[in-house]
């Protein structure tokens, strides 16, 4: 081989090494989010890039066996070429032959290191990860014909080297991490509050972050601060506690203070008692129903352990349909009430009643 064809080589064996690079670099920094969509649309290279992601081990170990392949035939091809080639203008100074093929390697050596580490790798690395999404369309495609192409070779490089891994004692993965974490979410949303590119002027952002964090016993109302009434109270003491207190539902509670359920204020507007003269049921005031309010009229209370995440009990109450829920301990013994409207104020703010009275 010529040393003018070492260095066309070394043109080529540049771009390829670049190629796979870029290719690895993207495949694991570009977001499922921004390819999924293209996906569904039917882009064919949003497919085969989603495929990559999904199958990142194998992507990687294609990549790698791209740039040592490339990176071995830069040395044994293109470095002799340039080695040859400096010995020429070198031989014109008189020194010895020894110094010359010293020197020339040297100087080879240090040109093709230069270009191999900078547009070989440093360039298409900075590429892909300034352009990631657009990078992985890109650059996706390719890599996946290669790994098709050569993929029992590296299907069983792939094995050994996981089989490495499990042997102390790690898991490997197939799939590229495509979501943040909620640590990560919060950083990002903190440090673009800072810069002034994300406004949360109602501070809904961070509760939801300190949301994740709260248990049921955060946000449960304590029996001595629950506002409560007899399980024999009447619609008519109903009416009084929304006038003193403003609440729309109310806990009720037993001779022993044990909690057997709640009752809203609507349970009780309707109410028919028979009429005096035509025995017919006509609405009545609540003032004029003396009996208590019927069983079937009360709603459940259910139970939610007082450890329990916030957001796990907001799952439980949403299912259950339950607005309140008692709060309990490990050995049983209730410490509070639930609601729900306390559990959205912690995510949206401060939520009123309309019936409460301030």
Known sequence: MSDWAGLAWLVVLLAANAFFVGAEFAVISARRSQIEPLAEAGKRS?????????HATLMLATSQLGITVCSLLILNVSEPAIHHLLEVPLGLTGLPDAYIGTIAFIVALLVVSYLHVVFGEMVPKNLSFSVPDRAVLLLA???????????????????????????????????????????????????????????DGTGALSAAFEFTNLKVRDVAVGLGKLVSLPESA?????????????????????????????????DVLDLDV????????????????????????????????????????????RRSGAHLARSFTAEGET???????DIIEELVGEVQDATRRD
Not at 142 to 170: D, E, S
Not at 281 to 287: G, K, Q, R, S, V
Not at 335 to 341: A, R
């Open 46 to 54: 949003a497919k085969t890039a989603l495929w990559a992601m999904e």
């Open 141 to 199: 495609p390719p890599l996946v014909f290669v790994a098709r192409v050569f993929k029992p070779l590296i299907v069983t490089l792939n094995a050994c080297a996981n089989g490495v891994l499990r042997l102390f004692g790690v898991q490997p993965k197939n799939e590229a991490t495509s979501a943040y974490t909620l640590d990560e979410v919060a950083t990002i949303v903190t440090q673009s509050t800072r810069e002034g590119v994300l406004s």
């Open 234 to 266: 009447t619609p008519a003491d109903v009416e009084k506690a929304v006038t003193r207190h403003g609440f729309s539902r109310y806990v009720l509670i037993d001779a022993e203070n044990y909690l057997t359920g709640y009752v809203h204020l609507k």
């Open 274 to 317: 028979p009429s005096a003269s035509t025995g017919a049921a006509t609405l009545a005031e609540p003032d004029s129903y003396a009996g208590a309010i019927p069983a079937k009229r009360i709603r459940t209370l259910i139970s939610i352990f007082e450890d329990t995440d916030l957001e796990d009990a907001l799952a439980t109450m």
């Open 335 to 341: 410490t509070g009430v639930l609601f729900l409207e």
